[in-house]
């Protein structure tokens, strides 16, 4: 063997093994196949930005999850026997499980298990750059876990900075890790609470000025949106939940002032406890005086976004807030032709292509909203100039009512 093989066989042998992972998925009488596929592909996108590489799903259609494992019986003995055979890391479950359902699944699998919420606060933890979001994350993470310790547990051993192997925990070690566990979340609150504190005090800072958030679906677009607007380089890229924290900027258009924040993006199943341990970021949305909601219209199924994002809204109190839409990505999807270009293309074309037509949407949602939506391309600057010119007559209004004298009698000019 050569030097250089020896080289790079080290170098292999000592290189992190990435994770593999399946996903477990039951399905519910009113759900469709295409719905399906849908919640399963956003789970694997949510477990690739974990650092998971998924390689097989499973599915079950009851009426019910089963009261101890979830599946049946026979779908879990076809999970068990795919995990030995394929040295699986992990099993993802596309629900939240019950304490009894995750320690008899661990049990019964001997491997990582994770539910969505879980899934989604690793993200979280991975993702989160400041000490409130930081703080947020491992208190709901904590919280979350306490009851759902067993001997095979593994996800604390993650945050300690230990590795995936299972350790053999007995009775003693879990209630001393439990009394720890509550030590630290009494810890967690109140440094919560002092930065919540502090967070108050710079919100009440910001009385007078128009304060703009903006919301939708997880990865449709808002940090960029962000970056367009405010000449800033927040992070933005292909995963969910790129931006944890919330993000706050003053910016000037036309002369009026006004704060622009970026917030946690919304996703289908977001639980409870999490929007409850997001409250600072939330309040930067309950706060505000205009949203801007954006949506990603390439996406097949955008108007559940939409709905997902509302309902969300609706939950914190929120929903009542002037809305300006915009939709992102147009540069993904094809318009729809005009008469004489229809008249050109076959049946099959027709029939196979998925045209948008802006009119009808720009019409249906102005109806909704009062606010006409905007369509652009944030990441190629496709209509930034029309996007501009709606949010900052949308900024206007509000500030009229705060300075109602402001604005009257001058002209200005639309910065570049």
């Known amino acids: ?117 879980l899934l989604i606060l690793d993200i979280f933890l991975q993702r989160a750059q400041t000490a409130q979001a930081k703080t947020q994350v491992e208190l709901a993470r904590f919280q979350y876990l306490l009851p759902r310790l067993t001997n095979l547990w593994t996800h604390l051993e993650r945050q300690r900075g230990g590795t995936t192997t299972r350790g053999g925990a007995g009775e003693k070690e879990i209630e001393t890790d439990k009394r720890d566990i509550r030590s630290r979340i009494t810890l967690l609150k109140e440094k919560l609470r002092e930065i919540e504190r502090q967070g108050e005090t710079q919100r009440k800072g910001r009385d007078g000025i128009v304060r703009v958030a903006v919301v939708g679906y997880t990865n449709v677009g808002k940090s960029t949106l962000m970056n367009l607007i405010t000449k800033t380089n927040i992070l933005a890229e ?37 929007i409850a341990a997001f409250k600072s970021t939330l309040d930067e949305i309950r706060e505000a005086d205009l949203l801007v909601h954006v949506v990603d219209i390439s996406h097949p199924h955008f108007e559940d976004h939409i709905a997902v994002v509302t309902e969300t809204l609706n939950e914190i109190k929120a929903g009542d807030k ?94 570049g």
Do not use: C, W
């Open 322 to 415: 002037p809305i300006l839409l915009v939709f992102n990505k147009i540069d993904l999807v094809e318009t729809m032709p005009s008469e004489a270009e229809s008249m050109k293309m076959t049946e099959l074309e027709l029939e196979e292509a998925s045209f948008v037509d802006f009119n009808a949407l720009a019409e249906a949602y102005e109806k909704k909203t009062g606010i006409p939506p905007v369509f652009m391309a944030a990441l190629n600057g496709q209509n930034v100039i029309e996007f501009r010119q709606a949010l900052i007559t949308e900024v206007k209004k509000q500030h009229r009512k705060i300075y109602p004298n402001y604005l009257e009698d001058e002209t200005f000019t639309l910065e």
């Open 1 to 117: 063997m050569s030097k250089h093989t020896r080289k790079l066989q080290k170098l292999h042998e000592t290189a992190a093994k990435e994770e593999t992972a399946i996903l477990v998925s039951v399905v519910r009488q009113y759900q469709t196949e295409q719905q399906t596929e849908e919640y399963l592909d956003e789970l694997a996108f949510l477990t690739e930005t974990l650092g998971a590489r998924t390689v097989h799903r499973f599915t079950q259609k009851m009426e019910k999850p089963d009261i101890k494992t979830f599946v049946g019986s026979g779908k879990l003995e076809e999970i068990k026997a795919y995990i030995k055979h394929f040295e699986v890391d992990m099993v993802i479950f596309d629900d939240d499980l019950s304490p009894s359902q995750m320690r008899n699944l661990e049990n019964e699998l001997n491997v990582t298990i994770y539910d969505r919420s």
């Open 238 to 274: 292909n995963k969910l939940f790129a931006t944890v924290d919330s993000t706050v900027r003053k910016v000037v258009l036309e002369n009026v002032p006004f704060l622009l924040s970026d917030t946690v993006g919304f996703i289908r199943k977001l639980p409870t406890h999490l």
